[in-house]
């Protein structure tokens, strides 16, 4: 398997492959790899002859510096899972200094208030940095097509309006959250949840399940105090928000429209971890 860290040197590869008539797809994440990330590698796979898979942690997208200094890094075994999926996958583990170049800074986006929403008001400027390296892996990678998942639906919607608004030649291909066995929405932050919290951490999506199913009959507002009740009632579980929001929007709903579609976005502490996770409604 190829593992670049230099951005010329995987640029001039892609290059080369893209004049042999490849098309090139992308997964950007930040390592500790699980089976979610294979699931959108594999999903690639089928539309595309190469993958490339980037292996970096942004720090520009970080509001908290504990959580960015915590966040698992695991290259070596990164890699070795890799290579039990295909031979036809690349890897781009750069440093810091090789996207940053010694200036590691956020630039500014306008996400037409899409970045101001949910994640938006809990993490200040989480969505610039998150525009910023996307931006610049793209012009990297160059790919013809790059895979998202679903559980960072907002960064999956931010993404595209990036992708619009800067006229990128990328097709932006979300897919389906990947969950274990519990149901709980894999995560590399999952590997650091304490046993006690492992046990208690599905009841976040056995929650947004019950949530899906009073959606019919109830209105936002009495299923946003249903499940705020029902975190207060948990011992190990510390509700951040529960939102009923637009998917075009991102806008808190306050009167359903049958002709709108919504999704439930949560945010839950276990302990020191933070879990996100989300679910159609309608």
């Known amino acids: 398997m190829l593992v670049f860290t230099n951005k010329n040197k995987i640029g001039a590869h892609i290059s080369s492959l893209k004049k042999e008539g490849n098309k090139i797809g992308f997964v950007p994440t930040m390592g500790a790899l699980h089976q979610g990330h294979l699931s959108l590698i594999k999903e690639g796979l089928l539309n595309n002859s190469v993958m490339v898979v980037s292996i970096f942690v942004n720090p520009t997208q970080f509001d908290n510096v504990t959580d960015l200094d915590k966040y698992p890094r695991t290259l070596e075994a990164d890699i070795k899972l890799l290579e039990t999926v295909s031979e036809n996958i690349v890897v781009y583990a750069p440093s810091v200094d090789d996207i940053y170049e010694g200036d590691t800074r956020a630039q500014s986006f306008n996400f037409d208030g899409l970045e101001f929403e949910m994640e938006g008001r809990f993490r200040k400027g989480h969505f610039d940095g998150v525009g910023t390296i996307v931006k610049r892996l793209f012009e990297i990678v160059k790919p013809d097509n790059a895979y998202f998942g679903e559980k960072d639906f907002q960064q999956l919607a931010i993404i595209r309006k990036l992708v619009e608004k800067h006229q990128l030649p990328v097709i932006v291909v979300g897919c389906e959250i990947h969950r274990e066995a519990n149901g709980l929405a894999m995560s590399s932050r999952n590997v650091r949840l304490k046993p006690e919290y492992s046990l208690s951490a599905p009841f976040i999506y056995k929650t947004l399940k019950s949530a ?42 306050k009167r359903k429209n049958k002709n709108k579609t919504y999704r439930a976005f949560i945010a839950v502490y276990a302990g020191d971890i933070r879990l996100i996770d989300n679910i159609a409604l309608n």
């Open 212 to 253: 899906q199913e009073k959606f019919g009959t109830k209105s936002a507002n009495i299923i946003t105090e249903w499940v705020q009740k029902q975190f207060a009632k948990h011992d190990l579980l510390e509700l951040e928000y529960f939102i009923i929001a637009d998917v075009d929007t991102l806008k808190t709903v």
